[in-house]
């Protein structure tokens, strides 16, 4: 549900009306819908624009409240959606320690670029349009999601860090990025929960099936799994059999 900036110009011309010549007041404009013309149109067409209207005054906000600030606090991944300059679009996932997807203010994210498979498909959408959609979903405690919509851009992470000097430094090799994604928050609301699944952490195993903070077998409790010993490859590396030409 992104607010289209045209359609609500558009909106607010007809709001607006004719122009006024005889000297009276104009009438105050109403104030224009979230969302897209697109969206406003299949609204109609399938009846369902009270409940949209609905939803638009009590969930979508154009900042991020305290509680949206809180549950970024906790997330460990987001999948990121941008486009590039003619439309074509690419979603990607993001992941990190808790809260690594920061709020700077109301107004403002920003997540570090770590190191990925160098081709910087979102990076690039990035430079030539600078429109993203994030997705966070609360897999395993609270069952809910968050979108937010807004403008992005590229920061260095020494420009960064001198706006922001509070910001953490990764001492894992490999986990120090070179640059940061700023967005600009446009839009958020609710994902609800109705039909994202419940899962259940996993502990990684070591030598000796204990766990990583020593667990008998890996598992932190009841109903949590382990995972394959610390050794397994856990990388994709050719997983779909596409370098070795696999049918």
């Given at each position: 549900?992104r607010?289209d900036v045209?359609?609500m110009t558009d909106?607010r011309?007809?709001a607006?009306?004719?122009?006024?010549t005889?000297?009276?007041a104009?009438?105050?404009?109403s104030?224009?819908r979230?969302?897209s013309?697109?969206?406003h149109a299949?609204?109609?067409r399938?009846g369902?624009v009270e409940?949209?209207?609905r939803f638009?005054?009590?969930q979508t906000?154009?900042?991020?409240n305290?509680?949206m600030?809180?549950f970024l606090?906790?997330?460990?991944?987001?999948?990121l959606?941008t486009a590039d300059?003619?439309?074509?679009?690419?979603?990607?996932f993001?992941?990190?320690p808790?809260?690594?997807?920061?709020?700077?203010?109301?107004?403002?994210?920003?997540y570090p670029?770590?190191?990925g498979?160098g081709v910087?498909?979102?990076?690039?959408?990035?430079?030539?349009?600078?429109?993203v959609?994030?997705?966070?979903?609360?897999f395993?405690?609270d069952?809910?999601g968050?979108h937010?919509?807004?403008?992005?851009r590229?920061?260095e992470?020494a420009e960064?860090r001198?706006?922001h000097p509070?910001?953490?430094?990764?001492e894992?090799p490999?986990?120090?990025?070179?640059?940061?994604?700023?967005?600009?928050?446009?839009?958020?609301y609710?994902?609800c929960?109705k039909?994202?699944?419940l899962l259940?952490?996993?502990?990684?195993s070591g030598?000796g099936g204990?766990?990583?903070?020593?667990e008998a077998?890996?598992?932190g409790g009841?109903?949590?799994?382990a995972?394959?010993?610390?050794?397994s490859?856990?990388k994709?590396?050719?997983?779909?059999g596409?370098?070795?030409?696999r049918p």
């Open positions: 549900m607010t045209r359609a909106e011309a007809l607006d009306g004719p122009a006024v005889d000297g009276t104009p009438a105050k404009p104030a224009p979230p969302g013309a697109g969206e299949l609204q109609k399938f369902t409940r949209a209207d638009y005054a009590e906000l154009a900042h991020l305290s509680a600030r809180d606090a906790r997330q460990e991944m987001f999948f959606a300059a003619s439309g074509a679009c690419d979603n990607s993001r992941a990190g808790p809260g690594f997807l920061r709020a700077l203010d109301e107004r403002t994210l920003a670029e770590y190191r498979n910087l498909a979102s990076l690039g959408n990035i430079e030539e349009n600078p429109r959609g994030i997705l966070l979903v609360d395993f405690r069952r809910v968050l937010v919509n807004g403008r992005a590229l920061v992470d960064m001198t706006a509070g910001l953490p430094v990764e894992a490999g986990r120090r990025a070179p640059v940061w994604v700023e967005i600009t928050v446009e839009e958020a609710v994902h929960g039909y994202i699944p259940i952490r996993a502990r990684e030598a204990a766990g990583r903070a020593g077998g890996g598992a009841a109903g949590e799994p995972l394959p010993a610390v050794g490859r856990r994709g590396g050719d997983y779909f596409t370098a070795a030409g």
